[in-house]
């Protein structure tokens, strides 16, 4: 590993793992950015031999590893929290990679670009999904506010955020399996944290086949559970028919230019 002393890093990549078959190009993701001021925090859950044969080639550039059993991603997040130094902290979990080699140079462009007291403590950007039924790239609005957050959530490999933010609200709830991230976010919200889009191309791509893919009843309960605290009784009947309403013009939207497209063929 490497063991190069350096305090304060500006970013702090953290990657947490249990048997992901698709490992390997996140830590090659990782190691190739053009911009090399970052620590790499890696947590693995105590993974078989063939994932520990894949960590082993790249030990070199990481600066803390640990491979045991843990309670979750979000424990394993939380341990890489407390071992993390650097300025912004990026979760990039097995599985998943920056959009390219030139994400972390783009992003700190981004950040320079911001006066010291105007700095968010978020910035967030545009990822791509990668599923079975095909490529989704999102189209995150400029402005994160409850009713975005009630129908949608910022992806934690697209985002990155101030270290300071997780002394002022906490770390990630590990008693959820798969939503802590979503709480997490609207905790952010809630007590005032600033928000900021970075713009001009997406900054990672997902692996849609992920762990809330998997367990989506569980998501659903574990989202539903984690909105009544958030929002009001008044709030969430509203925002259901707004979301609705939304759903009902897409549709009709979608049906009409595919109408256009035959009578033109």
């Known amino acids: 590993m490497n063991n190069i002393e350096n305090t304060s890093p500006k970013f702090s990549i953290i990657t947490v793992c249990l048997n992901d078959p698709n490992l390997e190009q996140t830590c090659e993701s990782i190691v190739n950015q053009s911009f090399q001021d970052f620590e790499w925090i890696v947590i693995d859950g105590g993974s078989d031999r063939q994932t520990q044969d894949i960590f082993e080639k790249y030990k070199y550039r ?27 902290f990026n979760f990039m979990n097995a599985g998943d990679r920056f959009y390219d080699s030139d994400i972390l140079k783009f992003v700190v462009g981004k950040i320079n670009e911001v006066k010291m007291d105007d700095k968010p403590d978020i910035f967030y950007g545009d990822d791509i999904s990668k599923k079975e039924n095909g490529i989704f790239v999102s189209d995150l609005p400029c402005c994160i506010d409850k009713y975005f957050m009630y129908k949608a959530t910022l992806r934690h490999q697209a985002s990155f955020i101030v270290a300071s933010s997780f002394k002022r609200i906490g770390i990630y709830d590990s008693s959820l399996r798969v939503c802590s991230d979503y709480k997490w976010f609207l905790c952010a919200l809630k007590h005032g944290l600033e928000f900021r889009k970075i713009t001009g191309c997406p900054l990672a791509i997902m692996d849609g086949n992920g762990i809330g893919s998997q367990m989506t009843h569980i998501h659903l309960e574990e989202r539903k559970c984690v909105q009544r605290d958030f929002f009001s009784s008044d709030e969430l009947p509203a925002f259901a028919v707004r979301l609705s309403k939304e759903k009902r013009l897409i549709a009709i939207n979608f049906i009409a230019s595919k109408r256009a497209e035959n009578k033109n063929h």
């Open 62 to 88: 990481m600066n803390y590893f640990v491979s045991e059993k843990d309670n979750g991603i979000y424990d394993a997040m939380n341990k890489g929290i407390i071992q993390a130094h650097g300025e912004w």
